[in-house]
């Protein structure tokens, strides 16, 4: 294969949920360094870098090896920053990739068999210019809810009679852990999910997007337990 694969890793220094998340201790290691092995073993990915304006998360992704080739702007660190702006902007700072893969630190169980098999499965495909990892979700949204004065109103109405799990509609949820894209049609699009993005399905164990400290535990658990 010719073309030319960078893979970003962004890691803004702030997090409201759990402080420091991106350098918290996970199983032994910092959160990020999981990211940062994984996508080090890939067969595809051409260049490995960070995206971060945190002095001591470029310090601790270089001692596992992750290029930091830029300090990202503050202005592209804040609370309100659209998560596309700091990809687009490391794209623009490390020109001349044909495909543009990101991942994002929180997806500490997701393996360099799920990086590898997303990149494929766009590669593979025809008239396919982004592709996303998705998971099936463990409750339907077919079984769920709106309350509208206190009354039960369902979300998707079609199905709310049927009582078997098997006999609904598959459905798949975006689990954050893998993004890929032609470089071009990203900035053209400025934006992962399209009518042209496809999904990579992942299995609901490797799955975990760490957004509180119950999801931290569950991750760090696993790790220790089955990984």
């Not at 959160?31 to 310090?59: F, G, M, N, Q, V």
């Not at 998707?156 to 459905?171: A, F, G």
């Not at 799955?207 to 991750?219: A, E, N, V, Y």
């Amino acid at each position: 294969m010719n073309s030319k694969i960078l893979a970003i890793i962004p890691a803004r220094g702030g997090s409201k949920g759990i402080p420091r998340k991106n350098i918290r201790e996970l199983s032994g290691k910092p959160l990020i360094a999981w990211t940062i092995e994984e996508a080090k073993k890939s067969k595809y990915i051409d260049r490995l870098i960070l995206s971060t304006e945190d002095d001591e998360i470029i310090e601790v992704a270089k001692q596992y090896g992750c290029e930091v080739p830029f300090k990202r702007p503050i202005e592209l660190a804040q609370d309100d920053t659209p998560g596309i702006d700091p990809v687009l902007h490391a794209i623009e700072q490390c020109p001349g990739y044909d495909y543009v893969v990101l991942l994002q630190p929180t997806s500490p169980l997701r393996t360099v068999d799920d990086i590898d098999g997303c990149i494929e499965q766009l590669l593979s495909s025809d008239g396919t210019n982004f592709c996303v990892s998705v998971t099936e979700p463990e409750k339907s949204p077919y079984w769920m809810y709106i309350l509208e004065d206190e009354r039960m109103v369902p979300l998707l109405p079609k199905h709310t009679l049927v009582t078997r799990r098997q006999d609904l509609p598959k459905v798949y949820a975006l689990n954050g852990a893998i993004y890929v894209a032609k470089t071009e049609k990203l900035i053209e699009e400025k934006s992962f999910l399209s009518s042209n993005t496809s999904g990579y399905i992942m299995p609901q164990e490797r799955s975990f997007d760490i957004d509180t400290l119950i999801d931290f535990s569950i991750c760090d658990l696993l790790k220790k337990e089955v990984y």
